[in-house]
């Protein structure tokens, strides 16, 4: 715990910014003081990203001011550029990574550097990297390709970068987002060897048990206005949750028992390579029912994306047989998966689930673009569009200015309510009478806040009522357990062990995730 004494590095006063139809920020105090981790809590869309993104230059306010530790006294700054913020000693991981797959690790880290030399020394570049990633164990090779990379490894990256260029006020935007949990309690070790060398770091996120274990003080923000600072150590996760949303939030959620029906999807001996042309599952046979959710677990690149991308006719087997009830769609082109009313929520949201380029209404006619009512042979129907995607915001909650927004302007959570609207409609619309649609889920909650996971996971367990077969992917074992009927453990793209999800032990679980057979 830090010295509650301690100076304040960098201070916002008053900051107001502005977008056409939205208020983001609205009047907000925020300090951070020298070796302290404090973190910024908010539901997706509460300002939070807009806040830093002001402090870091990105954007520029529209009133305010920010006031940073010079010679020992706060003094007024001027910020119009990310340059000018890392001149100021202000660095930024972004939650959406900004590097170059193409280029080295050395490479990426030298990107923009106004003294870079024109006979560049790269290996004396290198070593300094080394020295970097040893004194705060972020091990990684300076050698190493970006495309190279696992997710936890470019965010390490990230996170050198931005110490590589001598920030001493680190802001982390949703940092764990992408980690799997075990990644993330070391980045939390990593923050706090930081902090204790008295660099001041802003922890954004909305996960209520990394604040709770990691950071000192937290303040809140909701709706774009700063509604309280505290001292973690005299606060609660209840406390927090409903400071965030403004109402009381359940932490579980009452799952009634399942009415299985018929096999819905029925995979015999499945076996895959992944990108690299490497084996990714292996042998893989698993059934699901309707009105079933069978999760999967397993340490994050252990065949899990390859799963979900065989079960949605996006990656070819190998080897094997899949079928969806009871029609062989073994090497068959995915647009026949989603005719078979297949329904697929990606894990990567603006990379894979949605356009973020084009507005929201032409993401919710992504699967019905081409059928009555929204298109008439080949002409579309902007009437019908409009009320088909109204109709889908409306019904699943998705918060957006207006119909015409582009995407990618959503918060994570309404984004990921936009992909659950297009996609459990497709599914349904696209089977026949009474035959089930088969949704594929993948890390549904990952980068959500506690208000938007409860309305996911309720959403995912409503569909389950209505006789929708689920393949749930996550890297939480609390949500597998919460909303999976039974569970498969991947190791090595194989698979370990299928389970009861009411009588799973998480040490039974964890040993077959490293590895251990269920016998």
Known sequence: MPDTSAPIAVEMRGITKRFPGVLANHKVDFAVRVGEIHALLGENGAGKSTLMSVLCGLYQQDEGKILLAQKRELSPVQIHSPSDAFDLGIGMIHQHFKLIPTQTVAENMILGLKDTPFNLQMTAIENRIRDLADRYRLEVD????????SVG?????????VLYRGANILILDEPTAVLTPQEADELGAVMRNMASEGKALIFI????????????????????????????SNSSKTELAQLMVGRPVL????????????VVVAMEKVSALNDKGLPALDNVSLEIRSGEIVGIAGVAGNGQRELAEVVTGLR????????????????QPPYQFIQQGVAHVPGDRLGMGLAGNLPVSDNM?????????ISSGIFLRNQMIRTFAQNLVKAFQVLTPNLETPARNLSGGNQQKAILAREITAGKNLTKGDEPPFLVTVYPTRG???????????ELLEQRAQGVAILLISEQLDE??????????????EIMGIVDAAEADIEHLGLMMAGELHI
């Open 142 to 149: 300076p050698r190493a390709y970006i495309w190279q990379l």
């Open 153 to 161: 490894e470019r965010q390490r990256v990230e996170i050198l970068k």
């Open 205 to 232: 996120s909305h996960k209520l048990d990394e604040i709770m274990a990691f950071a000192d003080r937290v303040t809140v923000l909701r709706s774009g206005e700063n509604v309280a600072t505290v001292e973690v």
């Open 251 to 262: 932490f579980t959620i009452e799952k009634p028992p399942s009415q299985l029906g018929d």
């Open 316 to 331: 070819p087997t190998t080897t094997g047989r899949i079928t969806i009830r009871n029609r062989d769609m073994t090497h």
């Open 365 to 373: 006619i992504m699967k019905s673009y081409n059928r009555e009512p």
């Open 448 to 458: 959500l806040d506690v208000g938007a996971i409860e309305t996911v996971r309720r």
């Open 480 to 493: 597998l357990l919460a909303l999976s009927d039974r569970i498969a453990v991947l190791h090595g793209g």
